[in-house]
C-alpha cells in the first residue's frame, strides 16, 4: 500500500532556555541540516497545538504537559517553497508549505531523546549562533524573533 501524501500544512517548534539557548538537531536524511523541531499535520482538522505537541515528543522526548511545559502559539505562518528533494513526500503539483510557529521554554537539563530514525545529534547554542546554523531560513528567522517572543511571566 501507497504511503499517503504529506499535507502541506507544518509547524516548527523553537525550543529554548530563559537566557536564550536554542535546542537544535540534525537530520538523519541530510546530515549537516540543522533545525528546530518540524512537522507537519498528520491529518486535516488536527489542532496545531496538538501537531506541535505530537512533533515536540516524538523528536526529542518532550512532553508539553501545559503546565511547567507550555507550547506558545507565535499566531505566525510563513509559506515557504518545498525544497525540490522533499517535493515526493507530497501530491503532484503540490510546491509550498505553510509553516505555523511555535516556542517552548525549557530546564537546560531537560533530558533530549532524539527519534534515531530522524536525527543524528543535537546541539544547544546561543540563539544568534542557533540561527546561523539553521539550514531553513524561516528556521533562521523564527530563532532570531525569539527574543520579541519571551515572556515573563
Known amino acids: 500500500m501507497d504511503k499517503p501524501h504529506k499535507i502541506p500544512e507544518s509547524v516548527l517548534v523553537v525550543i529554548h532556555t530563559s537566557d536564550l539557548e536554542v535546542l ?36 526529542t522526548g518532550i512532553v508539553a504537559d501545559g503546565s511547567s511545559i507550555v507550547l506558545r502559539d507565535w499566531h505566525l505562518s510563513n509559506i515557504y517553497e518545498i525544497y525540490p528533494t522533499w517535493r515526493h513526500r507530497y501530491a503532484p503539483g503540490i510546491t509550498h508549505n505553510t509553516e505555523h510557529v511555535f ?17 543524528l545529534q543535537y546541539a544547544w547554542l546561543p540563539f544568534l549562533e542557533a540561527a546561523d546554523r539553521c539550514f531553513s531560513a524561516s528556521n533562521a528567522e523564527a530563532v532570531l524573533q525569539l527574543p520579541r517572543h519571551l515572556t515573563t511571566s
Open 103 to 119: 516556542s517552548v521554554c525549557v530546564p537546560r537539563d531537560i533530558p533530549i531523546l532524539l527519534s534515531e530514525r530522524e536525527h
Open 24 to 59: 537544535l538537531i540534525e537530520r538523519a536524511d541530510r546530515p549537516g541540516f540543522w533545525q528546530s523541531v518540524t512537522g507537519s499535520i498528520d491529518f486535516p482538522g488536527e489542532a496545531l497545538t496538538d501537531t506541535a505537541a505530537r512533533e515536540l515528543f516524538e523528536e
